[in-house]
C-alpha cells in the first residue's frame, strides 16, 4: 500500500500540473480572441491573454487544493449520499468493521445513496477519514458474500489512496469544464449584439469563431481526462485486493455479473464522478472499446482475471 500511495501522490501532483495547464491554455486563447475583437490586428502576444492564463491557473491551483481538502465532502454532496447508523444497516455494517480488520485500514464512515441502482464507491483524501457508500439497490440484492467483495474493493480504493486522485481529478476537471462552458456562452451571447456589418472587426469575428471551436473541444478532452488519468489498472489492482482482503474470488465474481446487469444512470451521478463508482454508471465498456476512453475494465475481463486468482 505504500507503494501505491507514494505513485497516487506522484501522479496526483502531475496530472494538477498538466490540468492547470490547459486552464492557462483555455484562458490565453480566450484574452487573445477578446482583445483581437477589440483591434484590427491580431498580437502574437496578448496582454488580455495572459492576464486571462495567470488568472485561470490560479484558480485552478486554489481548486485543486480545495478539492484536496473538501473534495470528498463535495462528492458525497453531489451523489446525494446519506449517513447512516449501525441499526440502520447492521450488516453492512458489521461487512465494513470486518473488512477494515482484515485491511489493517481505520473503519470508514459508511453512506447509502438512495436509489435502485446497484453501485458503490469510496472517497477520502486521506487514511484514516475515508467513507465507502452504497446505493439502496445494493443493499437490497446482494447477499452477505457479494457484500464482502463490493466492500473489500471500495476498501483496497482507500488504502491504495485512490480515492484522493480520483476525487482531484473529478473535481479540478469539472471546473476546467464549468469554465470552458461558461466562455462559450458568453461568446455566444456577445456574438449575436455584434453587428454583422462591421468590416473593422472582421478579424475579431474570426478569433471569436476560433475560440468557440478551441473550447468546444477543450471541454470534452478535460472530460476524457478523467477517463483516461483513472486507469484500468486502478480497478484491477482493487479487485485483487479485495480477494486479499476477504479471502474469497466468489463474492466479487458474482456481484460484478449482478453489477453489470443492472448499472444504470441515478440522480447526482455525472460524467464527472462516473469513474468513481466500481461499474460505471453512466457507459458500459467492453473489449473493443478504447482504454484512451474507458473509465473502467470490461466487466467481463475483470470477472475472467478474479477465476485466474481463485485457481
Not at 454532496?77 to 473488512?99: C, G, W
Not at 452477505?144 to 486522485?165: I, K, P, S, W
Not at 469539472?174 to 451571447?189: F, K, N, P, Q, Y
Not at 472499446?289 to 478474479?306: E, W
Request: glycine share 8%; hydrophobic share 50%; proline share 4%.
Amino acid at each position: 500500500f505504500v507503494a501505491a500511495q507514494r505513485v497516487n501522490r506522484r501522479n496526483t501532483l502531475m496530472l494538477l500540473v498538466a490540468l492547470t495547464g490547459v486552464a492557462a491554455l483555455t484562458g490565453y486563447v480566450a484574452g487573445w480572441a477578446l482583445e483581437g475583437e477589440a483591434t484590427d490586428s491580431v498580437p502574437l502576444w496578448s496582454k488580455a491573454g495572459l492576464v486571462l492564463a495567470a488568472l485561470l491557473a490560479v484558480v485552478s491551483v486554489v481548486w485543486s487544493l480545495i478539492s484536496l481538502v473538501v473534495g470528498d465532502r463535495m462528492v458525497l454532496s453531489m451523489a446525494n449520499a446519506k449517513p447512516i447508523t449501525k441499526e440502520d444497516a447492521p450488516q453492512l455494517y458489521n461487512v465494513v468493521e470486518e473488512i477494515s480488520i482484515a485491511a489493517g485500514q481505520p473503519m470508514p464512515k459508511v453512506m447509502v445513496l438512495e436509489t435502485d441502482a446497484l453501485n458503490a464507491f469510496a472517497t477520502g483524501n486521506r487514511v484514516g477519514n475515508g467513507t465507502i457508500a452504497v446505493t439502496r439497490g445494493l443493499l437490497d440484492t446482494l447477499n452477505r458474500e457479494e457484500l464482502q467483495g463490493v466492500v473489500a474493493h471500495e476498501m483496497a480504493h482507500l488504502a491504495n489512496l485512490d480515492t484522493r486522485y480520483m476525487v482531484v481529478v473529478g473535481v479540478t476537471v469539472g471546473l476546467i469544464a464549468l469554465v470552458c462552458d461558461m466562455l462559450l456562452r458568453t461568446m455566444a451571447w456577445g456574438s449575436s449584439g455584434r453587428s454583422s456589418s462591421s468590416d473593422k472587426k472582421s478579424s475579431g469575428g474570426g478569433l471569436l469563431i476560433i475560440l468557440l471551436i478551441v473550447v468546444a473541444v477543450v471541454a470534452p478532452l478535460a472530460a476524457k481526462a478523467v477517463q483516461m488519468a483513472v486507469s484500468r489498472q486502478r480497478e484491477y489492482l482493487a479487485d485483487a485486493t479485495s480477494v486479499q482482503f476477504t479471502r474469497n474470488p466468489n463474492g466479487l465474481i458474482s456481484a460484478l455479473g449482478k453489477l453489470a446487469d443492472k448499472a444504470a444512470p441515478f440522480p447526482g451521478v455525472s460524467r464527472a464522478t462516473q469513474h468513481l463508482f466500481i461499474v460505471n454508471p453512466v457507459q458500459t465498456f467492453t473489449k473493443k472499446s478504447s482504454a484512451l476512453l474507458a473509465t473502467h475494465p470490461d466487466t467481463a475481463d475483470r470477472i475472467a482475471r478474479l477465476r485466474n486468482l481463485g485457481g
